[in-house]
């Protein structure tokens, strides 16, 4: 396969994981881990900033469970606050049939 074929490969997640390792380590140089992978430096200049990126969105949620979203948490009032008016109506429709039946 020629190196110009090899470049218009779509990388998967995966393969830049492992790019970014390889190029982390202290033993290799980048250009090494660029021929290797049949990539151009500016590729993998991308990929570490990702990963960067990445790893800060990550950090930064913090310890414990992440923030409810407000729009689901409205959501989740609303529904409940229409189940209570149907457990309301059901009760009044029950009410109202037992007097029709027994007049």
Known sequence: ?????????????????QIFL???R??????EVCRRWGIAPHQLRVIRERAK???FDAFK???????????VVELEQELQRTNKALRELAIEN??????????
């Open 22 to 24: 390889e190029a982390s």
């Open 53 to 55: 990126d990445g790893a």
């Open 61 to 71: 949620k913090g310890p414990g469970r992440p923030k409810r979203d407000p729009e």
């Open 1 to 17: 396969m020629g190196e110009r074929e090899h470049r218009k490969k779509r990388l998967t997640p995966e393969q830049k994981w």
């Open 26 to 31: 202290k033993n290799t140089t980048d250009a």
């Open 94 to 103: 029950t009410l109202l049939r037992s007097k029709t039946d027994g007049a």
